[in-house]
């Protein structure tokens, strides 16, 4: 079983910025090294969507709703990915959830939550 850790999120004002960050914990670096990882979000009582993905060989693919405003990256010696968001609206408040494809496998984790009040 492969364990995934959001952390990051919290209650910030329009117009501010977080940085959510997505563990694997107990991964060697050269098996973290072929994961490919996404940002997807849940708003309450809606599926979840994503939000970006790493595309081998491609640039990230971005939901319109967040292009220009967030950006993911990946740390492959510390193992973890981020999502920077910038410009936050009210209308990104959602649990954001780390999605790790291994091996053909999906995983996720528990989620953060992420509010900005209107």
């Known amino acids: 079983q492969v364990r995934v850790v959001e952390s990051g999120g919290g209650l910030v004002q329009s117009g501010g910025s977080l940085r959510l960050s997505c563990k694997v914990p107990?991964?060697?670096?050269?098996?973290?090294?072929?994961?490919?990882m996404a940002w997807y979000r849940q708003f309450p009582e809606k599926e979840r969507e994503l939000v970006a993905q790493?595309?081998?060989?491609?640039?990230?693919l971005y939901d319109e709703s967040v292009k220009g405003r967030f950006t993911l990256s990946r740390d492959n010696a510390r193992k973890t990915m981020y999502l920077q968001m910038n410009n936050l609206k009210p209308e990104d408040t959602a649990k954001y959830y780390c999605?790790?494809?291994?091996?053909?496998?999906?995983?996720w984790g528990e989620g953060t939550l992420v509010t900005i009040p209107s």
């Open positions: 790493e595309r081998s060989g491609e640039s990230t």
């Open positions: 107990g991964t060697i670096s050269s098996v973290f090294w072929g994961d490919v």
């Open positions: 999605n790790v494809l291994r091996r053909g496998v999906t995983y």
